[in-house]
Each structure stands twice: as C-alpha cells, then as structure tokens.
C-alpha cells in the first residue's frame, strides 16, 4: 500500500565535529531512530532516477520551487526491506509516498520491465514513466543518524560519509567502490516537522553553529559524473 507524508524540512551544512556534539545532544533529549544499530546509526543506500536531460537534478541546481524525485531505498545493505519513494518538493515543505517493494519488483524497476506500466499506485507511476525516458541514473550512500520527537512529529537526522559509486546503478551489488561528495569535514542536518517545531527541540539547535542550505544528496553525488 502506498503511504504518503507532508511536512517542513530544513537542511544545514554542518562540521564533523560539530556533527558528532549533536548527535550527543540529541540523544540525551530525542528517542533514536528504530533502524539505529548499537552505535546510533545505520547505513541507506538509494539509486535515484532522472530522465536524460536531467531534468530533477537542473531543477534542483535552478532552485525551482516545485519539483519531483523518484528512488529506489533500502537498509543495512538488507534487501529483504526495500522501497520506492517519490520526493516532492514545495518551498520548505517535502512530500514522500511510498509502498514497499519486493526485491524482484525493484529489479524489474531498474531494468525497465514493460509490465509495471499497468501495476496501480506509485509502482506503475514509475513504471511508466520507466517506458518513456526516465532511468536510473545514480547511487547514493550515506550514514545516517536519525532522532524523533513525538511533539509535532520532529525528525532530526545527521547524515554523514554521503558517497557515490560513479556510474553505477547496481545497488544490491555488495562493496562497491565509492567516493565522498561532500567538503572535507562536512555532513548534513535535516529537521523535519509538521505544523511546528518544539521550542525544546528548536533551543537545543540554536546553539549549534551550522549554515542553511539546500545541499541534496543527489545533486551532489550525481555532479561528479554528470
């Protein structure tokens, strides 16, 4: 079943070392996430789709304020727990649907199989689009250290060691040799929330330098090879 969620999402560019103070600090006010292994975190791959004029990726660079992505996620390099997303973009505010796949659906997505165009929901939505020009186009790995709180539905996530794999798009494929993306020293907070952000939450970010920015995983894994 398809599942979609709206709300604010806020990214700034951080330092490591600022990075690993909040990861502190916001273990001793949040709850981790559930992926989190015993160290906190857990790694995400995705592969990201685009057609061939790189559409989502110039939009992004162009700050245009309504704009569309589609992925292929999973876990902890565990393919039993797969998903395909669809991000949409509104000024502050981000759309995700999603339905789960299963590991030969996702296999099917990235080969272009013709008979997702008749599937219903988001899985035909890319099936489709698939048929036409849109196909996988970039890996994109990263570390993730996420923390909820359940006033406003607030999701803060460190993201740190954001690498790719140029040109390929296998993602079940075991120990591909990637490379970083970001400045040396640099990982990414993300705040997410619905309607408001809790003044607790809201205080314990003040006081961690950071710089607005929107810095995507995807334009930038996908700069070194475009």
């Given amino acids: 079943m398809d599942r979609t969620v709206n709300r604010h999402e806020i990214k700034y560019s951080v330092s490591v070392f600022q990075a690993e103070l909040l990861k502190r600090r916001l273990g001793a006010l949040l709850r981790p996430d559930s992926h989190a292994g015993e160290d906190g975190g857990y790694f995400i791959r995705s592969v990201y789709f685009d057609d061939p004029d790189f559409t989502a990726y110039h939009e992004k660079l162009a700050g245009v304020k309504e704009r569309t992505k589609y992925r292929i996620r999973f876990y902890n390099n565990d393919p039993s727990v797969i998903y395909l997303e669809k991000k949409t973009k509104d000024g502050d505010m981000t759309g995700k649907d999603s339905v789960r796949l299963t590991w030969a659906g996702a296999q099917a997505l990235l080969k272009g199989d013709d008979r997702l165009r008749t599937q219903d929901g988001l899985l035909g939505e890319l099936g489709r689009l698939r048929q036409g020009v849109w196909r996988p186009v970039v890996i994109v790995d990263y570390d993730r250290f996420a923390f909820t709180y359940p006033d406003g539905n607030v999701r803060v996530t460190v993201d740190m060691n954001v690498r790719t794999c140029p040109y390929r798009t296998d993602i079940f494929t075991p120990d591909l040799l990637t490379v970083p993306v970001l400045d040396d020293g640099e ?35 996908l700069s070194i090879i475009e």
């Fill in 187 to 221: 990982a990414v907070l993300e705040v997410k929330y619905d309607a408001f952000l809790p003044a607790p939450v809201r205080a314990l970010l003040e006081g961690v330098p950071k710089q607005r920015t929107a810095v995507s995983k995807y334009t930038k894994c």
